[in-house]
């Protein structure tokens, strides 16, 4: 299995402190935001990783992670010239991806759960994590049926669907490169992800694997501040980055 890392965008959230920075820069109490995310795949057994990157920040990532030998891992690096949604990644990554399954994270996704047997036990279709939040509205959400089986995801519904948001962390077999290739551009004119994920709903090949411990998608203000916290007083012993 592959592991890749999206941690391109503009950051226009965390104005002033991304005018001179990638946001997945940014330190966590003492250590840089992407080792998170790397920590997470790491964990769960995965060398090889591509790190998608924006243009303007290519050279400090490079700076900064090297080509992970250091941590008995392998890096790529592309280029995403734009933010044009989450499923452009599998696109960019195909080469690197090859024929195997893959794993994606968000360069912004912290979480306290150690998933590594979740992403281990992968069998095939798609597996999402999905996390109970008090403001669903602000994520891609995923309903359950009467046997806790996914029935239904919406991408920030304006009704009240369901209070499980899904979190970025994906799993997807290698059919996810031609279902990112055959995506069209939503209203706001950006690919979805929750159209990857409908696909395979509708193939019935999703499995959601519930988040326990705290997660944060550490873009705002607030979940930045929170991080700190998480990161000294739970994380920081548990990191192999």
Same mark, same amino acid.
């Given at each position: 299995?592959?592991?890749?890392i999206?941690?391109?965008? +503009?950051?226009?959230?965390?104005?002033?402190?991304?005018?001179?920075t990638?946001?997945?820069?940014?330190?966590?109490?003492?250590?840089?935001?992407?080792?998170?995310?790397?920590?997470?795949?790491?964990?769960?057994?995965?060398?090889?990783i591509?790190i998608?990157v924006s243009? @303007?920040?290519?050279?400090d990532?490079l700076n900064l992670?090297?080509?992970?030998?250091?941590w008995?891992?392998?890096?790529?690096?592309?280029?995403?010239?734009k933010?044009a949604?989450?499923?452009q990644?599998f696109?960019?990554?195909?080469n690197?991806?090859?024929?195997?399954? #893959?794993v994606?994270?968000?360069?912004?996704?912290?979480f306290?759960d150690?998933?590594?047997?979740?992403?281990k036990s992968?069998?095939?279709?798609?597996?999402?994590?999905?996390?109970?939040?008090? @403001?669903?509205?602000?994520?891609? #959400? #995923?309903?359950?049926?009467?046997n806790?089986k996914?029935e239904?995801?919406?991408?920030?519904?304006?009704?009240?669907?369901s @209070?499980?948001?899904?979190?970025?962390?994906?799993v997807?077999d290698?059919?996810?490169i031609e279902v990112?290739?055959?995506?069209?551009?939503s209203?706001?004119?950006?690919?979805?992800?929750?159209? +990857?994920?409908?696909?395979?709903?509708e193939?019935?090949e999703?499995?959601?694997?519930?988040v326990?411990?705290?997660? +944060?998608?550490?873009?705002?203000?607030e979940?930045?501040?929170?991080?700190?916290? +998480?990161a000294?007083?739970?994380? @920081?012993s548990?990191? #192999?980055i």
């Amino acid at each position: 299995m592959k592991g890749i890392i999206l941690s391109g965008g +503009l950051g226009t959230r965390l104005l002033p402190l991304t005018k001179i920075t990638s946001k997945q820069l940014l330190p966590i109490y003492n250590r840089p935001m992407i080792y998170y995310p790397l920590n997470t795949l790491a964990k769960a057994g995965i060398k090889e990783i591509l790190i998608i990157v924006s243009p @303007d920040r290519a050279g400090d990532y490079l700076n900064l992670l090297g080509s992970g030998k250091q941590w008995g891992l392998k890096f790529t690096y592309e280029i995403q010239d734009k933010p044009a949604g989450l499923p452009q990644a599998f696109v960019i990554g195909e080469n690197f991806i090859g024929k195997e399954d #893959v794993v994606m994270i968000l360069g912004d996704n912290i979480f306290e759960d150690d998933l590594s047997e979740e992403i281990k036990s992968f069998k095939g279709g798609a597996k999402l994590f999905a996390k109970k939040v008090p @403001d669903p509205e602000r994520f891609g #959400v #995923v309903k359950f049926d009467a046997n806790f089986k996914a029935e239904k995801i919406v991408e920030k519904p304006k009704e009240f669907l369901s @209070d499980y948001a899904l979190t970025g962390l994906y799993v997807y077999d290698n059919r996810v490169i031609e279902v990112a290739k055959n995506c069209k551009p939503s209203a706001r004119g950006e690919f979805e992800i929750t159209d +990857l994920h409908n696909w395979y709903l509708e193939h019935n090949e999703v499995e959601i694997a519930v988040v326990e411990g705290e997660w +944060l998608d550490a873009g705002t203000f607030e979940s930045l501040y929170k991080a700190q916290t +998480l990161a000294k007083e739970k994380l @920081d012993s548990k990191m #192999v980055i």
